[in-house]
């Protein structure tokens, strides 16, 4: 029995130790990390705006109540429900009543809300609906303009430890901020908690990409397997939106958040399990300093493609569910579904042409979606209901998935091309121009909608995205550097001689075979 026990521990630790070693394994954990990050990334999408709308104007409320102005005595058991949606709300001194009661005489403080022909509320025209472009550009911004600066440190610093370490430092992070949402119930905290999440997502983004681009070493490899994790990118943005407005109108604010929770535990054991995060595991070689490869023109032009073109979802998201509700009128849970076909399109474009990007040319497929980018988000003002918003946004999903997946495998690419093939930095600035989309998106264009109007803010970004278009051609071929062309040629010659060694050695083998023949 002895024996037997022995042997089967051994069988359990080999398996163990061979599924460690396992490129799929590693892939699958990028793209857990990637799709729970997203995920958390745009479940607040649907709930932040209406829930900020509905504790602003509960504090609007209590500021302008009175004892003497409430007509029911102090013993009454209503309470204040303030709703953008349902159909029936008037607002008495903080008390909600049903639209059926009459209304009290002149002197008393009604505010009705504003009724289409539907009869759904609508709060066209609010000034306190279009402040809060600003406060919810800002909140969503915050998170991306943290994982901006962290980027730069954690590229580096993965050269130096490894990518195990602060692959799980990222969950343990993001754990951290999805129960801060979860609990937090005034602007600073749910600020706080987007920001710590853009730590979190710095140490995931760089250390995954960058795993991944190690282990997967040949180029058209390579490009499938991040078109893979970018499926998780894709089904976190997919899920994200219409999971949490759902959630937060049938459920409340807390529960999608603790669903991630728990989701976010099981990640962080299967890293336990598989990474090993205790292991300090550096690169063999120094990797190319950051600031000399922002200083290449190729990175540059790769990393501003991710920017821009992601730069118009991240406007999409804070101010379309605003422009939704002050236009259109929807039910709590269509804003989220409105991001649906973007969502569904982007997983279509990451999947298909994460492999078809290596046959047509990564720069023609990014120079298209990046044209497809602008033509569609300057059609998104043009919807008369949730209805006119499925093509726009469809489209607008699928050129993102364009060039996601064919600027990510170039990135990696170019610096096997023209540097040392270390990844930790390359990725960091990748995920910085994915960030600089993100930060400035929603703050800046939350501005900007509330100054000129969301149909003005689309046609900016649109004719950004189809002028930086042609700049992809320069990605057709890009040249070598001469310092890394050497070490190729030097690598190339010692590899021909030691084949030729071989050569020669076979030969030999030869003739002494045949000679101990003829003898």
Not at 48 to 76: G, H, K, N, Q, W
Not at 254 to 264: E, G, N, Q, R, S
Not at 310 to 337: D, S
Not at 482 to 495: F, G, Q, R, T, V
């Amino acid at each position: 029995m002895g024996a037997l026990d022995s042997l089967k521990e051994f069988s359990l630790l080999t398996w163990m130790r061979e599924r460690r070693q396992s490129r799929r394994l590693i892939l699958l954990i990028v793209f857990i990390a990637l799709l729970l990050d997203n995920m958390l990334l745009t479940v607040v999408v649907p709930i932040i705006p209406s829930y900020l709308y509905t504790l602003d104007d509960e504090a609007a409320v209590e500021d302008r109540s009175t004892p003497t102005a409430m007509p029911f005595p102090s013993s009454s058991t209503f309470q204040t429900i303030v709703s953008l949606y349902d159909n029936s709300t008037y607002e008495i001194s903080g008390v909600s009543l049903h639209s059926t009661l009459q209304p009290l005489a002149p002197s008393t403080s009604i505010a009705p809300a504003t009724t289409n022909a539907t009869g759904t509320d609508c709060p066209k025209g609010d000034k306190q609906l279009l402040d809060e472009n600003v406060k919810v550009g800002l909140l969503f911004a915050s998170k991306a303009t943290v994982q901006l600066l962290t980027n730069p440190f954690i590229g580096p610093l993965t050269n130096r430890i490894g990518y195990q370490i602060p692959m799980f430092a990222g969950f343990c992070i993001m754990f951290l901020s999805t129960i801060m949402f979860a609990f937090s119930k005034s602007y600073t905290l749910l600020f706080l908690a987007r920001s710590m999440q853009g730590v979190g997502s710095s140490c995931s983004s760089v250390a995954g990409m960058g795993m991944l681009a190690s282990v997967y070493t040949d180029d058209e490899e390579r490009g499938n397997a991040i078109g893979v994790a970018l499926g998780g990118l894709a089904m976190g943005v997919l899920v994200g939106p219409p999971f949490g407005s759902v959630m937060y109108e049938f459920v409340g604010k807390t529960a999608p958040f603790l669903i991630l929770a728990v989701l976010a535990v099981l990640d962080g054991a299967l890293q336990l399990f598989v990474l090993q995060p205790s292991k300090v595991e550096p690169e063999s070689q120094q990797g190319t300093p950051i600031l000399t490869l922002m200083k290449d023109p190729y990175i540059l032009i790769a990393a501003g493609s991710i920017c821009f073109a992601n730069m118009a979802i991240a406007m999409l998201e804070p101010a379309l569910p605003i422009w939704m509700m002050e236009t259109m009128c929807p039910r709590k849970w269509q804003l989220g579904v409105a991001f649906i076909p973007a969502s569904i399109s982007y997983l279509i474009g990451t999947h298909i042409f994460g492999v078809m990007a290596h046959k047509m040319g990564r720069w023609l497929c990014s120079l298209i979606g990046m044209l497809l980018v602008g033509l569609s988000i300057l059609c998104v003002p043009l919807a008369k209901d949730i209805y006119g918003l499925i093509l726009p946004n469809f489209g607008v999903g699928f050129a993102i998935g364009m060039v996601d997946s064919s600027m990510m495998p170039i990135m990696g690419y170019l610096v096997d091309l023209r540097h040392v093939s270390v990844y930790g930095s390359v990725y960091a600035i990748a995920d910085v121009a994915f960030c600089m989309g993100f930060a400035l998106g929603p703050s800046a264009g939350g501005a900007i909608a509330r100054s000129i109007g969301f149909p003005a803010l689309m046609t900016i970004i649109g004719i950004i995205d189809i002028l930086f278009a042609p700049l992809c051609f320069f990605l057709r071929d890009p040249p070598a550097r001469e310092e890394k062309m050497a070490i190729l040629m030097d690598s190339n010659c010692s590899m021909k001689t030691r084949s030729y060694s071989m050569q020669g050695t076979s030969y030999q083998m030869g003739d002494d075979f045949e000679t101990e023949s003829d003898e």
